[in-house]
């Protein structure tokens, strides 16, 4: 799925029902990098669900440095968060990391639109939000990117040219 956005002035609001100092944190940190993702592609991006059974093709999963990477730095944060700062699921509250039972069974990617990203963002998704169908989980993406950019909006293919031709 592809998403553009223009930014806005409009407040950013955290959907979460944490009300903690460490929510707030977090939400801080996402918005940050959500922002980094939109300069970095001039306010389109590319977001896709990654489903753990489709690890099973890992050298070509390994030939895209940054889907590799992204997914390197993330579990690697994740095996490093105290147990009070772990991440959670992309729609609900379930933790993930060593002082959590949960393992994501899939993962929310999104980076800009280019042929070269450079940074994007990785969200973990539980066994039981997982089991939900892709274009579900995009939903619950949607949303939540809509919390900081209210304008947001999925662009249809025929927008995109994803092989040369001739004008």
């Known amino acids: 799925m592809r998403i553009s956005t223009r930014p806005c002035r ?9 009300g903690s100092r460490r929510s707030s944190r977090r939400a801080a ?5 959500i922002r980094k993702v939109f ?22 999963l ?5 889907r590799a990477g992204l997914l390197a ?8 968060a105290a147990r009070d700062d772990a991440p959670v699921c992309l729609d609900c509250d379930a933790g ?3 002082h959590h039972p949960n393992n994501p069974a899939a993962y929310l990617l999104v980076t800009a639109y280019r042929p070269d990203p450079k940074v994007g963002l990785v969200t973990g998704i539980c066994a039981e939000c997982a089991s939900r169908s892709d274009s579900d989980l995009m939903a619950v993406a949607r949303r939540r990117l ?9 662009l249809p293919p025929e927008k995109f040219v994803s092989a040369g031709g001739r004008a």
């Open 29 to 33: 940190e996402w918005r940050r990098g």
């Open 146 to 154: 809509k919390s900081i950019w209210p304008d947001l909006r999925p």
């Open 62 to 66: 390994m030939l895209d440095p940054v």
């Open 10 to 18: 409009a407040g950013v609001r955290d959907e979460s029902p944490r």
């Open 96 to 98: 993930f990391g060593p």
């Open 73 to 80: 730095n993330w579990l690697t944060a994740v095996t490093r």
């Open 39 to 60: 300069r970095d592609g001039g306010g389109v991006w590319f977001a896709e669900i990654i489903r753990v059974e489709d690890f099973s093709d890992v050298p070509r």
